[in-house]
């Protein structure tokens, strides 16, 4: 092979503007190709999981007879722990790049540095938003599958406001029951309740707000009860 | 097409490259020589935007690199064999690269190919020497097709058959209409690969020839000729205006080529061995050129300390 295949690619020079897209694609590809990554997210997970697990499991053996209020402080706390791996990995995204030298390599191919910049916290952001909202929900069941395996308890049951919630009532509506406790969400679950009320009396729009009101009329009864 | 055009840039102090003015034309290999210390970097960073100049412009097809938006389809660089993460594969080294210029997983593969590092893609940059090195950031600088191409010392750490490759690399990209402009401190090395040379010494130019006038300026050169019957071939050659110098079979011959004097003793039945025209006056002439303009001067070793002790 010689360099005149260069010549021969097909591909010319387009002569388009630089894309978020491109950048973001690129400093993507450099977050997932090291290994520090991985090591960082497993780090996170073992502690956020492993951690509100183990509050759980300890919490059973006590928790029979009284409602189970102190775990989901607890819970939350350890699923924040990983914090400090996922500010690890931001840091050494940015650092790694400088100490390497990688970074004359980047800005040869992007002179546009904020661009670069701005795409590389965006990588870093995604991948760390979309892995803790992960960790956080394995969290959440994990500790709510051991809880109630033991002596009945789920965490719904813990919720004032909703005694009459088995808890049989399933994981899901207890994550929602969970969201209760913030009062915006609460009303702007009636608002939409209200909305879907108003929605079936007018009968003018029927698509939308009457499969509103068909896939939702369970879980909004139990919600505004 | 690279105009570098009354360029100063200083650090602090120090000068780096001092009223620097020269072009570099499309077609041609052209090598950029100094000494350690010299600017040749500094000037290439600031053709890169990588540096800023605090006077005087650099302009890579008219246009300063940092207004290029996706620069790797104009301009292919490596300055530095080792910035690359290396804990990074060698195919995600690429396509992180090739990604943010718009470039396909496709080109990836063929520039692979075409450095040879298809079975290294998959390893860590970490545990190449520093020739795969230079490959993969050559290979890197191909990705765009690009119109020029800037190497810094390229050929370090390289063994002889990559050198011969990066050559023949250089030579064909420059025979494609492309400008290859390739920096140096060898003058051995640049006078094999480069049609044009721009020789600077502590950020000043000292040259900007092509390397046959480079060569002719540079002073006798001479044939070296062995031949069992020296004797009869010494007068012939003296008879056609040549100097000969030497004694017994080796005859040193000025003012004569390798050719000339091949016929002449073809035509009288004499048999030659060897016939070796002798450039070593080539790199006199950079070291008589740079010799002033040297940075860091080698003093005479001292051994005191160690016989006293």
Redesign the interface.
């Known amino acids: 092979?010689?360099?005149?295949?260069?010549?021969a690619?097909p591909?010319?020079?387009?002569?388009?503007?630089?894309?978020a897209r491109?950048?973001l694609?690129?400093?993507w590809?450099?977050v997932r190709?090291?290994?520090?990554t991985y090591w960082i997210l497993i780090i996170a997970a073992v502690t956020a999981i492993g951690g509100s697990t183990i509050i759980a499991a300890a919490s059973t053996g006590r928790a029979g007879h009284s409602p189970f209020e102190p775990l989901e402080p607890v819970f939350i706390a350890w699923v924040e722990y990983p914090v400090l791996a996922v500010g690890i990995l931001g840091v050494l995204a940015f650092t790694?790049?400088y100490s390497?030298?990688?970074?004359?390599?980047?800005?040869?191919?992007?002179?546009?540095r904020r661009a670069?910049l701005a795409a590389k916290a965006g990588a870093v952001g995604l991948l760390t938003l979309c892995f803790s909202e992960l960790l956080a929900f394995i969290s959440f069941f994990l500790s709510q599958a051991i809880v109630s395996n033991h002596g009945g308890l789920s965490l719904a049951r813990c919720f004032p406001g909703c005694p009459e919630r088995r808890h049989d009532d399933g994981l899901p509506a207890a994550e929602l029951g969970r969201l209760r406790h913030h009062k915006q969400v609460e009303r702007d679950i009636r608002r939409l309740q209200h909305r879907d009320r108003w929605c079936h009396a007018g009968e003018h729009q029927p698509n939308g707000c009457s499969n509103l009101h068909s896939g939702q009329p369970r879980d909004a009864r139990g919600l505004a009860s | 097409m690279i105009e570098v055009t009354n360029l100063h840039k200083r650090y602090g102090s120090v000068t780096a490259v001092d009223g620097l003015s020269f072009t570099v034309r499309p077609g041609h290999v052209t090598g950029f020589l100094g000494p350690n210390g010299a600017g040749k970097t500094t000037t290439m960073r600031v053709i890169?935007?990588?540096d800023t100049p605090t006077s005087g412009t650099a302009l890579v097809d008219g246009r300063p690199?940092?207004?290029?938006?996706?620069?790797?389809?104009?301009v292919g660089?490596l300055?530095?064999a080792?910035?690359?993460?290396?804990?990074?594969?060698a195919w995600?080294?690429l396509?992180?690269?090739?990604?943010?210029?718009?470039?396909?997983r496709h080109?990836v593969s063929?520039v692979l190919?075409?450095t040879g590092m298809v079975d290294a893609a998959p390893r860590r940059v970490k545990g190449f020497s520093l020739g795969m090195r230079q490959r993969l950031g050559i290979a890197?600088a191909?990705l765009?097709?690009p119109?020029t191409v800037i190497f810094d010392e390229p050929t370090n750490g390289l063994d002889p058959e990559g050198i011969h490759w990066i050559r023949?690399?250089f030579k064909?990209?420059a025979a494609?209409g492309r400008t290859v402009f390739v920096s140096s401190h060898l003058m051995s090395e640049m006078a094999l690969t480069a049609d044009h040379l721009v020789i600077i010494g502590r950020g000043r130019l000292l040259a900007d020839t092509t390397t046959e006038r480079f060569v002719a300026s540079s002073g006798h050169h001479d044939v070296l000729v062995c031949s069992p019957k020296a004797t009869d071939l010494a007068p012939l050659l003296v008879g056609r205006g040549a100097t000969v110098n030497g004694e017994g079979d080796a005859l040193i011959v000025a003012g004569m080529d390798a050719a000339g004097i091949a016929d002449l003793a073809s035509e009288h039945g004499i048999a030659i061995h060897e016939l070796v025209p002798r450039n070593a006056s080539l790199e006199q002439a950079y070291l008589d050129l740079t010799g002033e303009s040297v940075e860091y001067h080698t003093g005479v070793p001292s051994m005191r300390g160690a016989v006293d002790r």
């Open positions: 092979m010689t360099a005149l295949d260069i010549a690619d591909q010319s020079a387009p002569r388009l503007p630089v894309r491109d950048v694609g690129s400093e590809t450099k190709s090291v290994r520090s790694a790049e390497t030298g990688q970074i004359r390599t980047t800005f040869a191919a992007v002179p546009q670069v | 890169l935007g990588l690199y940092q207004e290029m938006i996706r620069p790797l389809h104009q660089s300055l530095d080792n910035a690359a993460h290396p804990g990074r594969s995600c080294h396509l992180s690269i090739a990604q943010s210029n718009g470039i396909g080109r063929e190919e075409l890197a191909l765009g097709n119109t023949e690399l064909t990209l494609e």
